[in-house]
């Protein structure tokens, strides 16, 4: 949340800026790479086994936190076409919450053995969901303004 560059007195931050964990498709698994913490990551997206695009025209089930990035700006771009006036700042605060909290011990990410609950393992407690965010985008009152472009 806070860029390299410093503003006059502190560090800029960054009121859209999200930190993604990794899920796993298995029952109660986050992926054994994926970063957490309750402070460092904000929710969690699919990030293991995804089917995805590689050179030469083909496809490779491939893993990682860069799988599961994708997942929560493709939700961000959903609401962001069907509410144009919703701000950034606005799309990550649905985001934010919406998630699917669930109080089930997740396996420790790096760990065989050590279990860990979502609300420890990040800020939200719970996982990116395109329903509820949606639910609650109909109901937010956009901050921008928009053209319309349509002749």
Known sequence: DVYAKRGWFSPKSSKT???IGALSWKPNQVAT???YGK???DVFAPGVDINSTVPG???EDLSGTS???????????????????LSAAQIKTILMET????????????SKTETMKM?????????????????????TKGKKKVKNIRP
């Not at 799988?67 to 006036?85: D, E, I, K, N, Q």
């Not at 998630?99 to 790096?110: I, Q, R």
């Open 119 to 139: 609300d420890e393992m990040c800020v939200t407690g719970g996982m990116i969901n395109l329903y509820e965010a949606t639910q609650k985008a109909k109901v």
């Open 67 to 85: 799988m599961a990035a994708p997942v929560v700006a493709g939700v961000a771009a959903v609401l962001r076409s069907y509410f144009p006036t």
């Open 57 to 59: 025209s083909e496809y």
């Open 99 to 110: 998630t699917v909290k669930t109080s089930v011990e997740y396996n420790k990410p790096g």
């Open 17 to 19: 800026w999200m930190e």
């Open 39 to 41: 402070g460092n990551v």
């Open 33 to 35: 790479f994926s970063n």
